[in-house]
């Protein structure tokens, strides 16, 4: 341990770190409900899908397989954001902005769910790119010299 004057460093813990805890939980969350609904398109054999009046013909099923995919990356970099990691911090920001994105594509379809998922999103990215950083342990100080 590295001293100062007689004094052991400890690592500054803030109580900011309690937003990425709840922006890493909020994504672990989101990772299952897309493996839920990837699992449930997989299991789908529909080609035609009826929303507001309009018909949409698609593979349900390769639909399936991308949310489970989507599911898997989010619950991936939250697990890594939770452990202070670098790369967890930069691939959750980008999830954050492609959830942005894809939710602004679909307002038309479900304006309600698109509008908290987005504010949603705002809130992961603000907690990642402020307080991100807090969430690195420095465990062992001495070992960075």
Known sequence: MATTAGTTRQPQVTGWTNWIVIAGSLMILSGI????YGFA?????D???YMSGTTYMLSVSDWGWTMLAIGVLLVGSAALLLAGNMFGRIFGA?????????????IEVTPVWSIIAIAVSIFIL??????????????????LA
């Not at 980008?94 to 679909?106: D, F, I, K, R």
């Not at 603000?126 to 070992?143: F, L, S, T, V």
């Open 33 to 36: 409900v897309h493996m839920l």
């Open 126 to 143: 603000y907690a990642i790119i402020a307080h991100g950083g807090e969430m690195k342990r420095d465990d062992h100080p001495e070992q």
């Open 47 to 49: 080609w035609y899908v």
């Open 94 to 106: 980008l999830l954050a902005v492609v959830g942005m994105v894809a939710n602004l594509a679909l």
């Open 41 to 45: 398109g997989i299991f789908s054999q």
